[in-house]
T-cell receptor
Framework: AQTVTQSQPEMSVQEAETVTLSCTYD???????LFWYKQPPSRQMILVIRQEAYKQQNATENRFSVNFQKAAKSFSLKISDSQLGDTAMYFC?????????FGPGTRLSVLP | DTAVSQTPKYLVTQMGNDKSIKCEQN?????MYWYKQDSKKFLKIMFS???????INETVPNRFSPKSPDKAHLNLHINSLELGDSAVYFC?????????????FGPGTRLTVL
């Protein structure tokens, strides 16, 4: 069975600084997808970034980028130039077939 | 122009009651999901329907019964509500886009069982 672990329950970062959220997963599959979702206090789940396992190049979306290490089964999220609006729960998710597994989440607070 | 909508957003009810949560998506997706988010924010899949057929059914009590009248709707009916059912329930839908399966989530329904 696939599992997703996020070892940092809570993190904080100063506005404009950079922060990295960690995620590790366990699977025997070779082709799969990884995602980071953001859940602000509004509760809405928002896709932040996605990564295909068959691609070696790390995905980037504006201030968000990932460090995907397939052999180590690691998928960390880096947020550059943190903004107050980045304050949220961040969920790492693994997808294979049409089944998603989410990590327990990391609560990120961006401090002014 | 809501993509995935859920009603109601809040639901407060007594133990033992039966309640339903409705979900609709206007994205033309063929797969829909129900997730439960507990008080610790842990998000876990409950069900997944593809073209109105059940494809994923995690270890969920029989009191929970999803119903998909068509591809755009996936409703969740809960019988004999228990205190432990209190949570936020998210509906989501997805499509295969360039080989991956991005999910779009509804706003969630906070269920409180008293």
């Amino acid at each position: 069975a696939q599992t997703v672990t996020q070892s940092q329950p809570e993190m904080s970062v100063q506005e404009a600084e950079t922060v990295t959220l960690s995620c590790t997963y366990d699977t025997s599959e070779n082709n799969y997808y990884l995602f980071w979702y953001k859940q602000p206090p509004s509760r809405q789940m928002i896709l932040v970034i996605r990564q295909e396992a068959y691609k070696q190049q790390n995905a980037t979306e504006n201030r968000f980028s990932v460090n995907f290490q397939k052999a180590a089964k690691s998928f960390s999220l880096k947020i550059s130039d943190s903004q107050l609006g980045d304050t949220a729960m961040y969920f790492c998710a693994f997808e294979y077939g049409q089944n998603f597994v989410f990590g327990p989440g990391t609560r990120l607070s961006v401090l002014p | 122009d809501t993509a995935v909508s859920q009603t109601p957003k809040y639901l407060v009810t007594q133990m033992g009651n039966d309640k339903s949560i409705k979900c609709e998506q206007n994205l033309g997706h063929d797969t829909m999901y129900w997730y439960k988010q507990d008080s610790k924010k842990f998000l876990k899949i409950m069900f997944s329907y593809n073209n109105k057929e059940l494809i994923i059914n995690e270890t969920v009590p029989n009191r929970f019964s999803p119903k998909s009248p068509d591809k755009a709707h996936l409703n969740l009916h809960i019988n004999s509500l228990e205190l432990g059912d209190s949570a936020v329930y998210f509906c989501a839908s997805s499509h295969w886009d360039r080989g991956y399966n991005e999910q779009f989530f509804g706003p969630g329904t906070r269920l409180t069982v008293l």
